[in-house]
Every structure is written in structure tokens, then in C-alpha cells.
């Protein structure tokens, strides 16, 4: 039996250079590099996300009603937009981390032994601790008297050794888009960010569920880190010792599976199959993976696959600080040979820096998702296919002496990609048009341990001068989402020819090795590339390698398995798909992003739900449950 292709035929999401969908994210990256009317687009676009300009009937508006063309925004704002994306000093709607909260230990006591004051009885402390003693007063007052010394907390701030993230454009608050009270920010942006998503596609979602039985859609997506701000996880383990009440809300919030039941429940009403695979930083392969497989076996034809991760908060900064792995401001003095702390500042956009000098990773939010179809569903709708998706491999490291280590999975799930991708396309075009989007973390072990699998890897497949990119140079390293980053900007190499340089580092470390790799500082023009490899190494041995085809080669497999007439009919479909894609584009960077939330509309009841031996019919879906026929196991039966 023929396993069935799983093509890209949307995608979006936000990170730090911006909105994902018609690669404008991607396009941020390589701003050096476009042409006049692809820049001005992206920073017009940018421009509105940042509320630096707004639209009004359909015009671009400087602030005081001024009309601007995009060529006026470039000139006017270019400067300030650039400075308000990708990797940048915290700013303050996250955290100051000049001063970030915290609480000190005091203790206190009287000059004679003992303290006295006056309080309401209603605030002591229960039981009364055995060093205090009260005497009642009028109405609800008490004094209370102190024996011997005691220690209280009080607020109090510090500063943070880490001082930089990759943050969401600065204005951009994807809270304001919807409906979003009491959502956590990561919740905020996965119900945004698989909007942009499904936008994307040019299909309108009904018409794609009209097409397909209720179980053949599926939904895999996550987070690796919960929802840990005030409104999730965060607030739930910090409530007692504020000395607030926890919400009925904060604990269902925070599950590190709400992405995925956000966007069954509010975005697209699914009743499919459902879940996430948590693979520390690897967890967006580890999705994309099941999806791939849901594809190939025919269990699902629609798999929508991506994570959200907002980690910028003092208790994750302190987390991953305490390993010693991010780059505090310390470390980036010290790189850039900077000595005086009064006078020298550091240069916080260069925090980030794959294969150069570094001293650690920059955590950052980001959102990214990708719709999958099988490609007999992709040609019938039309659908654009922007790459495919054929292989993930995982592999864990066996024996471990430290947890967080890097390991010789990694070593397996990169040579068992390019095995795979050889027998796809060819080992000529493995060795002259792939290229690798490395895990590229910016701490010094990964850039020396990754950097020696993947040049072991190149030489046992001769391959010479494979070409690496990193985006987390960029945008940071975004927990479960990073993987997504990086397909993200595989798919924008694959548009525009474009390999982005690691333009961060000043030049390759000393103890790279890169005997059969090519890493660039500069962005890599006329690149026609057959396949990318997707490299992710996470905590505790996750280790995912994926393969990635580009557009033109997922093309001519389709022509060779549908024939020449179906795909010149799919072809002509596929016209309308990217003129209602194109309209969405226009409107989403004018800032009218249509966000689906959906909350309590058209439930499901579930006494109309019909059940007899061969289906299930389910209300408000056009096509019914049929129960597959199942010889898995004919052999062993009678």
C-alpha cells in the first residue's frame, strides 16, 4: 500500500522578527538581502504590529493622521523597527531586569529584646507563632508584642545576570486581538498564532472539514515549560505565599496540552485525535512527527502541528540562569573584551551566537504552527504546497551522566535523514542542494558537539561544504517552538533561494569543526535547494532530525504518482487557493488579522449524535464516522 505524502499547505505563527505566514518572519531575517518592495512590505507590516503606524480605511497613517506610503515608513521608522524585533534587551512589559521582583529575608527585634506594634486581628498569623504575644485594644485591633528577634520577607528587587530575550515585536500584544481575559500569554499566542496559520492556506477551514471525516483531523501541539505567568501555573504556585486565593482557572490553564485543546475547542471545533509529545527542546519535531505518521498511515488527512512558548519570566531566566545556561551580561562583556562596566555597554542583539564565541543560549517566545494534508486532499481542494514533510527521527542518548548534556543520539537521527532524503532525491542532490538548519543553541558545547556530528555525518555521505544556518542567531531559542522556528525559515529559503548567514558571530569559533561544512556570517544568495535537515538536541537525550522538501521537488512527485492531467486540473484550483491566501496576507499586514476564537458557538449536542454498526454521524460535520475495517490481526484469528 502507497503511504500517503504529508505537504505543507499553510503555515504561521510570531516569534521575535515578526508574523510567520508568506514568510515575513523569515523575511526579517534577511531584510539586507530583499529587494525594495519586499522589505518595504515587511516593515510596513512591522510597522503596524508595533503601533508605530496605524491603518485607517485602508491607508497608512502616521500617528497624527500624516498619509505614508511604504517607502515614507521605511524612511521615518526603518531604524526603530528594526530595533523593536528579533533578539533585544528584556523590555519591561515582560520583566525590568534591572529590577526584578523579589523577596528578602530581614530579621528584626527590639532594643530591649523584644518589638511592639499595633495591627487588626484579622491579619496575625494563625496559630501565633511562640514568640508572640497580644494584648486586645478597642474594635478589631490588637498589639502585638515580638520576643526575642524575628524574620520577615519583604519586596525587594535585584538585578538579573540575564538581560536579554527574543521578544514578540514590541507593541505587538497578541492578548488584544481577542477576547483573551485570563488567558495565559501562551495560550494568547497559540490561539493568534494557528490563526495566522489557517489563514494562510487560502482554504476556508469549513470547506477542508466538509472534505474530510470527523477522526481524520488531528491536532498536535504544546508546550514544554506549561503556562507559567500569573494566569496559569505561575499564579497557581505563587498564590499561598502572596497570600491570594487561587482561580478556578490557573490550574486547567497551565497544562502544558492547553495549546492543542485551545485550538480543538475555541479555533476549529475538532472532535479528531488530539495531544502532545513533550520532548524538551526537540518538542516540535517530536509533534511533527506524529503527524507525519498519522498522515502515512491514514488515520488523519488534516494534522494541524506547532507549540507556543512564553518563558519570559524571572522564573525561568533564574531556571535556565542557575544551569549556567544562558548568556548573561557578564559573558557577553567578557566576549566582546568589554572591562569597564560603567562605560562599555553590551551589545544585547548579538546575545545569540551559533558557532561563535558564546557563553550561552537567549530564551525567547515564539508561536508556530504548520497544516498538514495528505497530497491526494491537497491537490482535490487546491491547496498550495509550500514543501513536505517526510521523515522525523528521535533517538535518545543512552547512558547519561549529566541530564542536560548533550549525547551520541543525535549522531543517529542526523545520519538516518540523510539516508532517508538520499533515497527521495538522489545523493547528488543530498550533496549539492541541501543544506542544515542546525539546533544552533549559542552555548560552547553545542558548538563544538554539533558542529563535529554534523561534519562527521557530511564526510561518511561525501558531502562537502554543507551549508549550515541557525536561526536562533536571530530570533532565540524558543523551548518547543525553536524546531518550528527553524522549518519556519526552511520554507522562506526555499521561496526566496535565501540561506540566512549567522550574522551575530564575528567569526566561526576556533574549535568548530567544519572540514566538510560551510557557515557563513553573510546571507547566501541564488540557492536552489532540494531538501533542508531540521536539527534539534534537547535536555535529557531528545534528540530529532527531520527531512524537509522543498516545493519544486514535492512537485514532481506529485506529477509522478497523480499524471500530468490531475495535477494540471489541481493547478488550476490552486489559482483562487493563492489569491484568497494573497488577500488574507494584504489585510493581515494592515493589521486586520481576524482572529478565530470561537467561545461557546455551535456546541455539539450530544443527544443528536448518531450510532449504528457501520458509523457515526456527528453534528455540523458534512461527512460521517465510518468504522475502519481492521485486518491487523487476520492472521491470528479464526
Not at 494540471?568 to 493581515?588: L, P, V
Request: with cysteine; aromatic share 8%.
Amino acid at each position: 500500500m502507497k503511504s500517503r505524502l504529508p505537504v505543507i499547505v499553510g503555515f504561521g505563527g510570531y516569534n521575535a522578527a515578526g508574523r510567520s505566514s508568506f514568510h515575513h518572519g523569515f523575511r526579517r531575517t534577511v531584510i539586507e538581502s530583499l529587494d525594495e518592495q519586499a522589505r518595504q512590505e515587511t516593515l510596513t507590516g512591522l510597522a503596524v504590529m508595533t503601533k508605530l503606524v496605524r491603518v485607517v480605511d485602508g491607508r497608512y497613517q502616521s500617528l497624527d493622521g500624516e498619509a505614508l506610503s511604504p517607502a515614507d515608513i521605511e524612511r521615518r521608522y526603518g531604524a526603530q523597527i528594526l530595533a523593536s524585533t528579533l533578539v533585544r534587551r528584556i523590555e519591561k512589559q515582560h520583566l525590568d531586569p534591572d529590577a526584578a521582583h523579589w523577596h528578602k529575608s530581614i530579621a528584626v527585634g527590639g532594643e530591649a529584646g523584644s518589638l511592639t506594634f499595633v495591627s487588626n486581628r484579622k491579619q496575625l498569623p494563625e496559630p501565633l507563632p511562640a514568640n508572640w504575644s497580644v494584648e486586645e485594644l478597642d474594635g478589631n485591633e490588637v498589639r502585638v508584642t515580638l520576643h526575642d528577634n524575628f524574620e520577615f520577607k519583604v519586596d525587594s528587587y535585584r538585578a538579573l545576570p540575564v538581560k536579554s530575550a527574543g521578544q514578540l515585536p514590541t507593541g505587538f500584544e497578541p492578548g488584544e486581538l481577542y477576547n483573551s481575559r485570563f488567558h495565559p500569554r501562551g495560550l494568547q499566542m497559540a490561539v493568534v498564532g494557528v490563526t495566522d496559520a489557517l489563514r494562510a492556506t487560502g482554504v476556508p477551514w469549513q470547506t477542508i472539514v466538509d472534505h474530510v471525516a470527523p477522526d481524520e483531523i488531528a491536532v498536535f501541539a504544546g508546550s514544554i515549560m506549561s503556562q507559567l505567568d500569573e494566569n496559569g501555573f505561575g499564579g497557581l504556585m505563587q498564590s499561598r505565599l502572596k497570600g491570594h486565593r487561587v482561580s478556578s482557572k490557573q490550574l486547567a490553564l497551565g497544562l502544558n496540552t492547553m495549546p492543542a485543546d485551545f485550538i480543538n475547542a475555541y479555533v476549529l471545533g475538532s472532535v479528531g485525535t488530539t495531544g502532545s509529545v513533550t520532548g524538551a527542546c526537540a518538542t516540535f519535531l517530536y509533534n511533527l512527527q506524529k503527524g507525519i505518521e498519522q498522515i502515512n498511515a491514514g488515520k488523519a488527512r488534516v494534522v494541524i502541528v506547532g507549540n507556543s512558548e512564553a518563558p519570559i519570566n524571572a522564573e525561568c531566566i533564574e531556571g535556565y540562569g542557575a544551569m549556567g545556561a544562558l548568556a548573561t551580561e557578564d559573558g557577553l562583556r567578557l566576549i566582546e573584551g568589554k572591562t569597564d562596566m560603567a562605560q562599555d555597554g553590551v551589545d544585547f542583539r548579538r546575545a545569540s551566537r551559533p558557532f561563535g564565541e558564546n557563553c550561552g543560549f537567549t530564551l525567547s517566545e515564539a508561536c508556530q504552527f504548520v497544516v498538514l494534508m495528505d497530497d491526494e486532499l491537497a491537490l482535490q481542494l487546491g491547496a498550495d504546497i509550500h514543501g513536505a514533510a517526510t521523515d522525523v527521527f528521535i533517538n535518545a542518548d543512552g547512558f547519561k551522566k549529566s541530564i542536560s548534556a548533550p549525547g551520541p543520539g543525535n549522531y543517529l537521527t542526523v545520519a538516518k535523514a540523510v539516508a532517508a532524503a538520499a533515497q527521495l532525491v538522489g545523493i547528488d542532490a543530498v550533496r549539492q542542494r541541501s543544506f542544515v538548519h542546525a539546533h544552533g543553541s549559542s552555548t560552547p558545547a553545542n558548538r563544538v558537539t554539533e558542529s563535529e556530528l554534523l561534519d562527521r555525518v557530511a564526510a561518511a555521505f561525501a558531502i562537502d561544504s554543507w551549508p549550515v544556518a541557525a536561526v536562533k542567531a536571530f530570533v532565540g531559542h524558543s523551548l518547543a517552538t525553536a524546531s518550528g522556528d527553524q522549518v519556519i525559515s526552511a520554507l522562506g529559503t526555499f521561496k526566496y533561494g535565501i540561506i540566512p548567514g549567522i550574522k551575530t558571530i564575528d567569526a566561526v569559533a576556533d574549535d568548530v569543526h567544519q572540514q566538510h561544512l560551510s557557515i557563513s556570517k553573510v546571507d547566501r544568495h541564488d540557492q536552489r535547494m532540494d531538501v533542508c535537515f531540521i536539527n534539534s538536541k534537547g535536555f535529557g537525550g531528545n534528540n530529532a532530525s527531520a527531512v524537509v522538501l522543498a516545493p519544486h521537488v514535492v512537485e514532481r512527485m506529485l506529477r509522478k504518482r497523480h499524471g500530468e492531467a490531475a495535477f494540471g486540473a489541481y493547478q488550476q484550483r490552486r489559482e483562487q487557493t493563492r489569491a484568497s491566501a494573497q488577500a488574507y496576507d494584504e489585510q493581515a499586514t494592515k493589521g486586520q488579522l481576524e482572529i478565530i476564537y470561537n467561545f461557546g458557538n455551535d456546541l455539539i449536542d450530544d443527544t443528536e449524535i448518531a450510532i449504528d454498526d457501520a458509523q457515526i454521524k456527528v453534528p455540523g460535520f458534512a461527512q460521517p464516522l465510518v468504522y475502519k475495517q481492521d485486518s491487523r490481526y487476520s492472521d491470528m484469528l479464526d
